[in-house]
């Protein structure tokens, strides 16, 4: 059996378009929503994500402005910003890029967002409307995982779910949406002693560790759904995921691919929180 892929890139341009007509519609009522994204220092790797972001969100409709600061900015400075974007009520959408440079305390400014602002879903108060079940805006990259199995029609209830990881903005959200959704839920971690022995119990797998070959064809019960959020570099270089790709697809029902999986995702959700901030305002 070869599983069927789940196409990351297809589904992300579907949401976008959704977005986009959304977002036309709001525009038609004379709002037009809009994301701050703040980058402190000069990581590689942060201006380009940050520059993806700016540039989702012109293409999709809603309007970006990408704010860069010096590595040494002051923390209360960075804090001070934050206040100004959350008082601005043409601003729905506030970003602050992650790492920060080591002087800053990142809870404290990610704490400073507004949580009606917080489409990152970063803020505690975020993570509590998570818990509870309240409106609140969902992590992104959980948040398109679960996209990802409505898009095939995917019943979790009474499934068994085991995501192998514990971050805050992964593992951790991504276990209580699939909560919300009835399935049981196992969250294994680097302390797990058996992971073969749960895995092998999942209907549906999220490998979100960051390391390659977390998951194995022998670890993944036939027909299982197989979710892949890792991001690494092979020894080639070439970019992949946490699960061994060419061996799970032999096993699983469906997998998704790395590149062209979870990534495209996660930033196509950040446009729909981004959307949903506005839309929430305006209501
Ligand atoms: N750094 C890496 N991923 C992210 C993300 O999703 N949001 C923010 N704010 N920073 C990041």
Redesign the pocket.
């Given at each position: 059996m070869t599983a069927q892929l789940i196409d990351g890139n297809a589904l992300a341009r579907k949401v976008r378009d959704e977005v986009a007509g959304r977002t036309q519609a709001l525009k038609a009522r004379g709002i037009q929503p809009s994301l701050a994204i703040l980058l402190v220092g000069d990581d590689p790797a942060?201006k380009v994500?940050t520059s993806h972001k700016a540039k989702d969100s012109t293409e999709t409709g809603l309007k970006a402005t990408l704010e860069s600061y010096p590595a040494d900015l002051p923390e209360d400075r960075l804090l001070a910003r934050i206040r100004e974007l959350n008082a601005d009520a043409s601003v729905h959408g506030i970003?602050?890029?992650?790492p920060l440079p080591k002087h800053m305390d990142a809870s404290k400014v990610i704490e400073t967002i507004s949580p009606a602002k917080d489409v990152?879903g970063f803020h505690v108060a975020s993570a509590g409307a998570l818990v509870t079940g309240q409106p609140g805006f969902w992590p992104?990259t959980p948040y398109g995982c679960m996209k990802m199995l409505e898009s095939i029609g995917y019943d979790l209830r009474g499934k068994h779910a085991v995501v192998i990881g514990r971050s805050n903005i992964v593992g951790k959200p991504m276990a209580l949406m699939l909560l919300q959704k009835n399935a049981t839920v196992t969250i294994c971690h680097s302390a797990t002693r058996d992971l073969k022995a749960m895995t092998l119990q999942a209907d549906v797998v999220v490998a979100a560790v960051g390391k390659r070959n977390v998951l194995t064809a022998d670890m993944v019960k036939p027909g299982a759904v197989v979710i892949d959020v890792g991001m690494n570099r092979n020894d080639a270089g070439k970019l992949c995921g946490d699960v061994d790709f060419d061996g799970v697809r032999e096993v699983a029902g469906w997998i998704t691919p790395v590149p062209g999986g979870v990534g495209p995702m996660?930033r196509a959700m950040l446009l729909v929180n981004t959307l949903e901030a506005a839309e929430r305002a305006a209501a």
């Open positions: 942060s994500y970003l602050v890029q992650l990152d992104c996660t």
